[in-house]
Structure formats: structure tokens, C-alpha cells
């Protein structure tokens, strides 16, 4: 599908680096619906951004199910870290590869995203403020970080953080504005982190 013109200057990114503990194995290759739900995140990307990068430590384990126009962006260890180090280094390393103004960052395991909402919520963009570093729902809990759209100039404040042991979306975030965008139905953001959350989802169409 051809990105519409009113979409151009915004790329994405689909963070699929997780270790997938709770799940018990790999949530990006887990198919509730018929498809993997890396590939079905992807689709959805494709529709509302372009380029459209898939930031991981392992492509070769996704480039069977993604399409040849994906672009792979490989999550590499930070210096002296064994450890995982979180979604959040993951989309800075992202970042570095973006050339657009703004950028719509996915988790690679939201079964219930709906394309629509996305493409509207593009039509925001125009209108958040320029001091906002980033365009996201928000909850009981805090921001939503890996549903929403993010300016590119975000980067250097990102890696500050970074390099001085930030891990936490939510600690970063509470640093910079932010602007909010409505939800009308949160179902959209539910992750599918468990076996549990995986048999609510299978079936559903």
C-alpha cells in the first residue's frame, strides 16, 4: 500500500529486541491471530509511516517473515554490559538510523493495533507544540512509550540520559514535554506479554 502524501517526513520503528521471559518464548514469532505478531505489527507500520525499520539483536531470526523492503537495524550490546538493556537503547540505537522529522515506535507485540486509530493520530502531528519531544497515550501508570510518535531531534537528550545509566521510559520522559494523545479505546494498547494474555487474543479477528 502506497503511504498517502500527508505521511511523508514520518518513518518507524518496530522494537522487537525483547527477551520474552514472561512469555516463555520469542512474542515477536508467536501467531494468536494467523500471524506472526511481528509480521502483523509490521503491516500495520507500513500503512502509516515509510521507511519502516525493525530494530533487534537478531534479524536473521525475523527475515523470513518480514517482506525484503524491511530495513533491519541490529541492537548491539552497549560497552561493558552483559545484561539486557531495555526497549529504551533499543530505540535510541533506532534513532540513529532515522531521517525524518518524527517517527511512530511500535512494540513488536500489540495483537489489537488498529490502523485507523494510527493514521488518525498522524494527523496530530502538525499540531504538537515545538518544545513536545514526543506524541503519546497515557495511563494510570504513565506514558504509553511504545505506542506513539517521537521527534527525531529527541536523540541527543536520549543518549544523555543513556549514558548516564538511564534505563526507564517513564524517568526520561518525566524530563522533557510531552504531549498527550486521546484514546477512545485502550484495548489497542494491550501487550501480549504471557500465556495468559496470549489465549485472550487467539481467535480474536
Known amino acids: 500500500m502506497q503511504v498517502e502524501k500527508s505521511d511523508q517526513g514520518l518513518s518507524a520503528i518496530v522494537l522487537a529486541g525483547g527477551q520474552s ?26 500503512k ?29 550490546p552497549l560497552a561493558d554490559e552483559t545484561e539486557p538493556h531495555g526497549p529504551l537503547v533499543g530505540l535510541a ?6 531521517e525524518t522529522q518524527w517517527v511512530l515506535v511500535l512494540a513488536c507485540d500489540l495483537p489489537r493495533l488498529q490502523v485507523e486509530v494510527l493514521q488518525s493520530w498522524i494527523g496530530l502531528l502538525d ?33 544523555g540520559f543513556i549514558n548516564q545509566g538511564g534505563r526507564s521510559f517513564q524517568r526520561w520522559l518525566s524530563q522533557y514535554p ?7 479505546d485502550r484495548q ?10 496470549l489465549e485472550q487474543v487467539k481467535g480474536e479477528t
Open 21 to 46: 521471559s514472561r512469555m516463555g518464548r520469542d512474542k515477536a514469532l508467536i501467531a494468536p491471530q494467523g500471524v506472526p505478531l511481528l509480521k502483523q505489527v509490521y503491516e500495520i507500520a507500513v
Open 48 to 76: 502509516c509511516a515509510s521507511p519502516v525499520y525493525v530494530v533487534t539483536p537478531w534479524p536473521e531470526r525475523y527475515q523470513d517473515i518480514l517482506p525484503n523492503s524491511c530495513r533491519f537495524i541490529r541492537e548491539v
Open 93 to 98: 540505537q533506532g534513532l540513529t538510523q532515522v
Open 127 to 159: 499540531d504538537v507544540k515545538d518544545d513536545a519531544i514526543a506524541l503519546l497515550p497515557r495511563d494510570a501508570k504513565g506514558w504509553q512509550p511504545l505506542c506513539g510518535f517521537y521527534r527525531h531531534s529527541c536523540l541527543p537528550a536520549l543518549t
Open 178 to 184: 510531552v504531549q498527550e494523545v486521546p484514546v477512545s
Open 188 to 197: 489497542m494498547l494491550f501487550n501480549c506479554n504471557t500465556p495468559t494474555d
